[in-house]
Nanobody, 113 residues
Framework: QVQLVESGGKAVQPGESLRLSCVTS????????MAWLRQVPGKGLERVAS???????WYADSVRGRFTISRDNAKNSTYLQMDSLKVEDTAVYYC???????RGQGTQVTVST
């Protein structure tokens, strides 16, 4: 059974940093591209970053230069380092296995003064 479990979300102030983690199981993690998505209530899912098997990375314009996606195949995990957080980064963040668009339950990130 494929499982993805996100953690690390919490309430922070603008300018602060957070590191989200996603631990996976039930599939060969090293053979899959992974992504991080986010969703604001009432809006659709937005892909913010992705990483291939070969660690090539892509970022949405809204987060490029502030967010960094990484992976640790030995730990079956992917991470999203978020720096210089803005109020508009407030959302539920999900990690996703790209093939099959399978995602976890999400973790809430709230950025406010």
């Amino acid at each position: 059974q494929v499982q993805l479990v996100e953690s690390g979300g919490k309430a922070v102030q603008p300018g602060e940093s957070l590191r989200l983690s996603c631990v996976t199981s039930g599939f060969t993690f090293a053979h899959h591209a992974m992504a991080w998505l986010r969703q604001v209530p009432g809006k659709g899912l937005e892909r913010v970053a992705s990483i291939t098997m070969g660690t090539s990375r892509w970022y949405a314009d809204s987060v490029r230069g502030r967010f960094t996606i990484s992976r640790d195949n030995a730990k079956n995990s992917t991470y999203l380092q978020m720096d210089s957080l803005k109020v508009e980064d407030t959302a539920v963040y999900y990690c996703q296995r790209v093939i099959g668009a399978i995602r976890g339950q999400g973790t809430q990130v709230t950025v406010s003064t």
